[in-house]
């Protein structure tokens, strides 16, 4: 991937996670956080990783994250200074919940251990 499509990806995640913490009306949408962003060469998609720390259920999470998708993709065109603005497509990054589940079996295990040395 080179520099400058680097460059768009990650101002497009800086971007975005600025719009939806400060800007964006559902309140949904202020407790998702950017992990990562991926660009196509041709600037055509962004795909767009993201963490959910809330109440809501993650199907509707991403339901609301499609609805407003256009609105963010109109706002980050004002933002970011390329010709053609990515369409975003939004995907749950698992690698967190993934990695806590990890520290607990690593935990639970010296714990474990702990004990048998009593």
Do not use: W
Request: contains cysteine.
């Amino acid at each position: 991937m080179s520099v400058k499509i680097e460059r768009i990806a990650s101002e497009i995640s800086r971007e975005l996670s600025s719009i939806m913490l400060l800007e964006a009306k559902d309140e949904t949408l202020k407790h998702v956080t950017i992990t990562g962003c991926v660009v196509t060469n041709d600037l055509g998609l962004a795909k767009v990783y993201y963490t959910y720390m809330g109440d809501e259920n993650l199907d509707d999470v991403k339901k609301n994250l499609e609805v407003a998708a256009p609105y963010l993709r109109s706002v980050l065109a004002n933002r970011i200074d390329i010709r053609h603005t990515p369409e975003l497509k939004f995907y749950f990054d698992d690698s967190v919940a993934y990695g806590e589940n990890i520290e607990r079996i690593i935990r639970k295990i010296h714990e474990e251990n702990n004990q048998e040395d009593k």
